[in-house]
């Protein structure tokens, strides 16, 4: 027989804790409910469970400190952050904290289960825990999760502005191909007609600084705009 999937689930709002408890329980996992951070973090360390599903949003402790002082702890358990927060900010704040998936709300429940999963088999082999899930990239030095939009270099996420980060992802959909100067003003710059258009080349230029050592260069194509290559 199977054991079923013990799962942590930390949710304040009553109504989404219990639809989520009911459905993942009839989808076959042995779900602990939990509504405050710091009754959370003394569970986990009490039980530890096969894997975490995390709301950023929680009375007592919030949820990332939570993570934070899990991690401290030496709790190494998957963990998936379920919230509200859509933003690449704080998808990244969450992944640096010790996340390993982030799922922004609304969500669909197929999705979720899948992902949990996924994540307990990798935990639990070692050959597939070092291998990279499909939704990363690995492309010269960094590794590129095109779930969360984090960019990783050494493990560690790394610190783009709202601005570099929207370039980043822009070349990094198309590796090795150019991306024209007036595609990537329109995505650096949405909407904000009172800025000039060279205002790219400075973003291109900090962000030059930024990739030094990461095994990528960003090169300008004259005619054709520009593109991430690996020094490889």
Known sequence: MVPRMKLLLVEDDPTMQATLHRALSRRGMEVTPVGDGRAALAQWAAQPPDAVVLDLTL????????????????????????????????????????????????????????RL???????????????????????????????????????????????????MHALLAQPGHAVTKERLYELVFPGQLDVQYEAIEVVVYRLRKKLAGTGLTLMTLRGLGYLLRTDA
């Not at 030496?74 to 998936?80: A, E, W």
């Not at 900010?89 to 289960?113: H, Q, T, V, W």
């Open 59 to 114: 009375p007592g402790l919030d949820g990332l400190q939570v993570l934070q002082q899990a991690r401290t702890r030496g709790l190494r358990t998957p963990v998936i952050i379920l919230t509200a927060r859509g933003t690449v900010g704080d998808r990244i704040m969450g992944l640096n904290s010790g996340a390993d998936d982030y799922l922004p709300k609304p969500f669909d429940l197929d999705e979720l289960e899948a």
């Open 117 to 167: 999963r996924a994540l307990v088999r990798r935990s639990a082999d070692p050959v597939a825990s070092n291998a990279l899930p499909p939704s990363v990239q690995q492309i010269g030095a960094i590794r590129y999760d095109t779930n969360s939009g984090a960019i990783y270099l050494n493990g560690e996420v790394m610190e783009f502005t709202p601005r570099e980060l929207a370039l």
